[in-house]
């Protein structure tokens, strides 16, 4: 069955950077777009950013343009969310997501 695993979350200072992972398994990870998205207390959960299985086309949520990148190595079924210049705003459960699957989330906590 297709399996997502979140990692790299944590407690982080204002300006701080966290590479998050999503490792996939279940499926052919290389075919398939992938998503992060987030939601903090009391929110929706929110699209923050996507890939095309190749790699080739990214989207961002305009609050964090220039500071999240997304990757992925289809060699190693993983989906990577690089978060630079962190903000108290960023605060929040990440999720990663394929088709209709969703994995466990990690939490990111920035704080000072």
């Known amino acids: 069955q297709v399996q997502l695993v979140e990692s790299g979350g944590g407690l982080v200072q204002p300006g701080g950077s966290l590479r998050l992972s999503c490792v996939a398994s279940g499926f052919t990870f290389s075919t398939e777009g992938m998503f992060w998205y987030r939601q903090a207390p009391d929110e929706e959960r929110d699209l923050v950013a996507s890939?095309?299985?190749?790699?080739?086309?990214?989207y961002f949520l305009d609050s964090v343009k220039g500071r999240f990148t997304i990757s992925r190595d289809n060699a190693k079924n993983t989906v990577y969310l690089q978060m630079n210049s962190l903000k108290s705003e960023d605060t929040a459960v990440y999720y990663c997501r394929r088709r209709d699957n969703w994995g466990q989330g990690t939490q990111v906590t920035v704080s000072s």
């Open positions: 890939i095309t299985s190749a790699g080739d086309a990214t």
